[in-house]
């Protein structure tokens, strides 16, 4: 259904090692079938890229170990698809072998206007806004997320997040 929004997500994580690091190496080789795989995905509208065919090279942080992946996608329902339901998600549960656990929010949810891109500035302020007041229609999780502006509803708990699942 069309509602004149599109939902914006951005993820960040810390690498345990520089991207040369064989430590490494099996999430970089997997990065240009997973993002082929969410360009193909139903209901994808768009993804931060570089200078190559990913968001690698960026550093949204003085940290240049982190990593940010942002996307934009017609409905929740169409990431939470591509996430749990694809071979992304064999892919995202070798997480914990390329990056460290994050101490804050490494994912916000949030709705924008159709047509429109967000920045990384903005994801990051999503971020904040989850760490310092918990999910709401301003940013949102999976397991906390939010209908889009004026559709009727409470927050939809559709599951657990399995990166979180047994951490403190």
């Not at 259904?1 to 064989?22: C, F, H, S, Y």
């Not at 996307?71 to 992304?88: G, I, M, N, P």
């Not at 206007?113 to 806004?129: H, I, Q, Y």
Request: with cysteine; glycine share 8%.
């Amino acid at each position: 259904m069309k509602t004149g929004w599109e939902l914006a997500q951005i993820n960040v994580g810390r690498m345990v090692a520089p991207a040369t690091d064989p430590q490494v190496a099996g999430f970089f080789a997997e990065l240009d079938r997973i993002n082929a795989l969410a360009d193909a995905s139903p209901g994808f509208v768009w993804r931060l890229v570089g200078d190559g065919n990913d968001a690698t090279d960026l550093q949204p942080t003085p940290d240049p170990l982190v990593l940010v992946n942002m996307s934009v996608w017609e409905d929740a329902e169409a990431l939470f698809a591509f996430v749990y339901r694809t071979a992304h998600t064999p892919v995202m549960a070798q997480r914990r072998q390329w990056f460290a656990p994050m101490e804050g929010a490494y994912q916000a949810l949030w709705w924008i206007e159709a047509g429109t891109l967000p920045t990384v500035e903005d994801g990051l302020a999503r971020l904040w806004l989850i760490d310092r007041f918990g999910p709401s229609a301003r940013a949102f999780t999976f397991k906390s997320r939010f209908p889009a502006p004026g559709l009727p509803g409470l927050p939809i708990d559709m599951q657990p997040d399995p990166w979180c699942v047994g951490r403190a």
